[in-house]
């Protein structure tokens, strides 16, 4: 949901793109003996399969590989696990919900990474189809993680015969699983010689693997990997490779929250390669290739005509809205303390757009007009172990521009540095910069200092220190600071604690992380929409879910609980439904169509609605209308939620938020924008203009917390109710049959002894019971008298 | 100086005979000889009387525009997409500057004007000509034409 229309003004100039016969990156040129790395591999398994080609949409089977065994086999994929799950999420969380325990952490033997396309996977006439998602059971919340990705992995995947792909166990030593759709095989390699960092082991495997020594070749080939930050990070990112025969680049797009590149490291896989010797615009099987196409054209005429007035994302992709975000005071600035900084002017797009060379297309996957995929080439490098070498880096998207604003880095050269070796080392941006942020705050407070730190000056924007952090982080250090800030911010946070270091109420609550994975870069304490958006999700506080702030904020279009919660039931749902199909999101809805005007709903932005529909419709061969579309993702949504309570979380006491993402923690924060929470103490009652005058800064803070604290608790009920769901969070039984998981009998049963539980203990009452309970005023009522209201059902 | 035959139109002498556009379908992948919707050249009627057709003057917009490669510009200066290798995914169709790269109903593979002259051949009225144009012009105009980065 874009805000307000155009907020910004572009200013760029036209150039060139003329690209015939290649582009000139300027890149440094590595020499591999590619004979000699590939001589080195040692075959430790091989599984022959039957080729055949996709049929609507579904390749009919995934493939699991257990790397402690070194077993191979396939498994089909019934019409009831299309019909529960529909594929890409839905099938990553059915295989883990089958291989794993609630016990099973991210290291257990049992523990799977799941990558899965969905049935618009591949599909190469509309924007943004070529989305793979993953998952495993993350090392920063304990629960599932899913992410996703473009990139050319999860088409190859499907076309060479496979809809998801399990991993599961640990290899004994480094290993690849290959993929070989030419040749209709899987194998198991040992992979001794390749490089660990992504940058490298990309383009090695990508010649390695080439059916030729042809661009064309190359092309056909699709390599994840992660990093050295992955083995010694909860950070670890996946990155999935395109090959850019244009730039003569493997480009890299991230699988970056939940630490899916440190499982991938634990478990010794140095790469997943895949490898296919044909496809063309029919490789998915389209029942009607036509009404696809129809639906393509829309939108590819949106993006030439409509963009370059609202995003300009084909220009400079996401990072179009820092200006946005800066002028809507929702940027996060040296750790989600301030939204706004002058200093972030330098962070505004034109001055990544002089860096980016333009050589469209740039999009991860065939067909995509949006082409958000920006590229500085030549880049070179500043630090570390790359010094002084030139690459071509992706990036950077808003997140890491955002991300670096928390961390109060303002040059753009540093912005693309820690880009380029967060992608290389296989590290969150996001994960990485809201965790930074919090140890730079601490920093400035005293609670780490330079010693605490390893020598680190961790003052805000020192650039130098955020890189060498990094890079210690990815040599292995074994610094007690390193090591434990490296694991994400819940568990430095515990660390703090045990130290005793610092004010705990004030660590708890400045450091930005709610199930134990960092929030993405967005000011959440003016919309209370968002602040659900971020902590009543599944798995952690990812805008991926819900972006409710200009619907909520500035638009002011969801003004009451109810509204609020009708809109935590819908985007939530809807915004993950491409993950259930294989697309991105960002066709729907950053570039917006003509009739969007005079829509009824316009943040649900209906003719893309539809054309999702017509894309189900084109491809599947049956009718799939708009709200067929929502009720499969409603299904998965609250299949995830049921597999968290599974795991022993899933719970109000795990949607809580630190209050930073409420409100202001600290003294400097509530000055910083003191008329308005001055007012709004105000407004809200809870004291008089001539109290508040006299209040202390502090007192006046905690005034303030307690109504927000309350205002967050009244929330979750109502979304809860909105939802289906108990007083502490739990999907009922009831609506679990209701969304077609009557079959589910021992997830069922569990739910029921858990809500059982609750009830024991006092839980399943509205108003809260983890912070302090909300008390519902006069003008004010539960979502319904009757807390277990389910039961009626 | 490059150049590139490109079919010019005379409106004058055309009569709507369409014998143009069956014999450029004929010559289309599909071999087709309906035309219209087959056909990368396309007259049209004007509410005036007046004849229009629209045609690839080879600008080469479209080269920039494939993810895969598959459109070229050959050593004659004509711009040609390699059936082969082509994706499918239709944004050449929906970025030409003069809506001249086609998509015939029931192929996923477009098709355009390759200046073969069978179109001239076919009209009676001689109102199609194949022209040497300078490519730098042609280039430059379009993209001046549709500036920024995407055009």
Not at chain 1, 32 to 43: E, F, L, Q, S, T
Request: charged share 25%; net charge neutral; hydrophobic share 35%.
């Amino acid at each position: 949901m874009k805000g307000p229309e155009k907020t910004i003004t572009c200013d760029f100039k036209p150039r060139t793109l003329k690209t015939e016969g290649g582009f000139e990156t300027g890149n440094t040129k590595h020499q591999w003996d590619y004979a000699r790395i590939r001589a080195a591999h040692k075959v430790l398994a091989e599984y022959k399969y039957e080729r055949r080609g996709v049929v609507r949409g579904y390749a009919g089977r995934t493939l699991h590989v257990d790397l402690t065994t070194n077993e191979i086999k396939e498994k089909p994929v019934t019409d009831d696990m299309k019909a529960l799950f529909t594929g890409g999420k839905g099938f990553d969380l059915k295989l883990l919900y089958d291989a794993v325990k609630p016990g099973t952490r991210w290291n257990s033997e049992e523990n799977e990474l799941v990558l899965a396309a969905g049935p618009l996977c591949g599909v190469t006439q509309y924007s943004g189809t070529g989305k793979c998602l993953a998952a495993t059971i993350s090392p920063l919340t304990n629960i599932v993680c899913d992410s996703n990705a473009g990139g050319y992995f999860a088409p190859y995947m499907k076309f060479s015969g496979f809809d998801a792909i399990e991993i599961q166990g640990k290899a004994r030593q480094d290993v690849a699983v290959i993929i070989d759709g030419a040749e209709g095989v899987v194998r198991i390699e040992t992979a001794p010689l390749e490089e660990v960092n992504s940058h490298l082991i990309a383009e090695q495997l990508t010649h390695m693997y080439a059916a030729d020594d042809t661009d064309a070749a190359r092309q056909k080939v699709a390599v994840v990997s992660a990093g050295t930050g992955s083995e010694h990070s909860y950070w670890g990112c996946l990155n999935i490779s395109f090959y850019d025969p244009r730039r003569k680049v493997a480009r890299l797009k991230q699988h970056g929250r939940g630490g899916l590149g440190t499982v991938f490291r634990d478990k010794k896989v140095k790469a997943l390669v895949v490898r296919i010797d044909k496809m063309d615009g029919l490789s998915n099987d389209p029942a009607d290739p036509d009404k696809i196409v129809a639906a393509g054209l829309r939108h590819h005429t949106e993006m030439r005509d409509l963009d370059p007035h609202q995003c300009c994302m084909r220009e400079v992709g996401t990072g179009n809205i820092v200006e946005v975000m800066d002028a809507y005071d929702l940027l996060p600035v040296e750790n989600y303390r301030f939204g706004s900084s002058p200093r972030a002017a330098n962070l505004h797009s034109q001055h990544f757009y002089k860096r980016f060379t333009q050589v469209i297309p740039d999009g991860c996957w065939f067909g995509c007009t949006m082409a958000c995929a920006k590229v500085v080439d030549g880049f070179t490098v500043l630090t570390g172990p790359y010094k002084g070498m030139r690459f071509s880096v992706d990036g950077p998207e808003y997140e890491n521009s955002g991300g670096c604003a928390n961390m109060g880095l303002f040059d753009p050269d540093w912005v693309i540095e820690w880009n380029f070796y967060c992608d290389c080392y296989g590290i969150d941006t996001i994960s990485f910069a809201t965790g930074m942020a919090f140890y730079m705050e601490m920093y400035e407070y005293g609670i780490l200092n330079k010693e605490r730190c390893g020598g680190l000056e961790l003052v805000w924007g020192n650039g130098e220190a955020i890189l060498e952090f990094m890079h210690r982080i990815a040599r292995g250090d074994k610094h007690e600071f390193i090591v434990n800030a490296a694991k994400g911010i819940r568990k430095a946070k515990d660390w703090l604690k045990a130290k005793g270091w610092g004010d705990p109420w004030l660590v708890e609550n400045c450091g930005m992380e709610n199930k134990g994975l960092e929030f993405s870069e967005y000011m959440c304490k003016e919309s209370l929409a968002q602040q659900g958006g971020y902590g009543l999700t599944n798995k952690g506080p990812q805008h991926d879910e819900a972006w409710l702030i200009f619907m909520d904020m500035v638009n002011k279009q969801i003004p009451t609980f109810a509204d609020k919660a009708e809109a935590l039931h819908y985007f939530p749902v809807w915004r993950t439904w491409f993950g259930l199909v294989g697309l991105c999101k960002l066709p729907w809805n950053d570039v917006t169509p003509l009739s969007n005007a005079k829509a009824a709903e316009p943040a649900k932005v209906p003719e893309h609605v539809q054309n999702y529909a017509d894309l189900m419709t084109g491809t599947l061969g049956r009718e799939v209308t708009p709200k067929e579309l929502v009720a499969q993702s409603e299904r998965v949504y609250n299949f995830q939620r049921a597999m968290n309570v599974w795991m022993g979380r899933g719970t109000r006491r795990d949607d809580w938020i630190p209050y930073r993402a409420k409100g202001p923690v600290t003294e400097i924060e509530y000055l910083s924008r003191k008329d308005r929470y001055d007012k709004q103490l105000v407004e809200k009652g809870l004291a008089t203009k001539e109290a508040v005058a006299k209040m202390t800064v502090a007192e006046k803070r905690d005034l303030l917390a307690g109504y927000r604290d309350d205002q967050y608790e009244k929330l979750s009920d109502a979304v809860y109710y909105r939802r289906g769901w108990t007083p502490n969070g739990i999907p009922t039984p009831q609506k679990m049959r209701a969304l077609g998981f009557g079959g589910y009998k021992e997830l069922l049963d569990m739910l029921q002894r858990k809500i059982g539980e609750d009830e024991r203990a006092g839980l399943n009452k509205w108003g809260g019971q983890y912070g302090k309970d909300a008390k519902y005023g006069k003008d004010e009522s539960p979502p319904t008298a009757e807390p277990r209201y389910w039961e009626k059902w | 100086m490059k150049t590139v035959k490109v079919i010019v139109f005379h409106p004058e002498l055309c009569e709507g005979d369409l014998a143009c556009e069956r014999a450029c379908s004929r010559v289309q992948y599909f071999k087709s000889d309906e035309g219209g919707e087959k056909s990368a050249l396309r007259i049209a009627k004007g509410k005036d009387g007046k004849f229009t057709c629209t045609v690839c003057n080879h600008c080469g917009l479209c080269v920039d525009l494939c993810p895969v490669l598959a459109l070229k510009r050959l050593k004659s200066g004509v711009v040609a997409l390699n059936r082969g290798a082509c994706v499918g995914c239709q944004a050449c169709v929906a970025f030409c500057p003069t809506g001249v790269m086609r998509k015939a109903p029931g192929h996923i593979v477009p098709f355009k004007c390759i200046s073969c002259g069978k179109c001239v051949e076919a009209c009676p009225k001689k109102a199609l000509e194949l022209v040497e144009m300078n490519i730098d012009d042609l280039e430059r105009e379009v993209y001046a034409r549709h500036g920024r980065v995407c055009p």
